[in-house]
């Protein structure tokens, strides 16, 4: 498969964002197999040990049902991009807004590698 165009990688970066935040999970995860039909890897955050499988964007998704994601800023340079994103949801029973960025590499096999570099909590 071949790598999306950076145009591609971009609109599909802020697309998935507002999907996410209307709470259309499934167009989201539809989104994200699309564009990686080769599967997905994450490291959240950014310095964990690579996990591999559909499932692990899914649980993503459940830990944060409800929250708004902007994207704020979009980079593409080849196969890899990276987003700035204002989060906002609810932690530990209060609201809070969060800053991260956010690392995708997509491979020439189809793959998908998201790395979210986040505020610890």
């Known amino acids: 498969m071949p790598i999306p165009t950076p145009e591609t990688i971009a609109n599909f970066l ?3 964002a ?5 709470g259309r999970v499934d167009d989201f995860l539809a989104a994200f197999r699309a564009i990686a ?3 997905f890897k994450v490291q959240d955050p950014a310095t964990a040990p ?3 499988g559909w499932d692990k964007l899914e649980a993503l998704c459940n830990e944060y049902a409800g929250w708004k994601l902007s994207v704020e800023d979009v980079k593409v340079s080849g196969n890899e991009a990276v987003i700035y994103v204002r989060n906002e949801g609810e932690f530990q029973g209060r609201s809070i807004t969060a800053y ?4 995708y590499v997509f491979g020439d096999d189809g793959s998908l ?3 979210y570099f986040h505020p610890m909590q």
């Open 37 to 39: 039909p080769g599967g």
């Open 18 to 22: 507002e999907m996410f935040s209307a």
């Open 50 to 52: 690579i996990q591999e």
């Open 113 to 115: 590698l998201a790395r």
């Open 100 to 103: 991260s960025i956010e690392q």
């Open 14 to 16: 802020k697309e998935q």
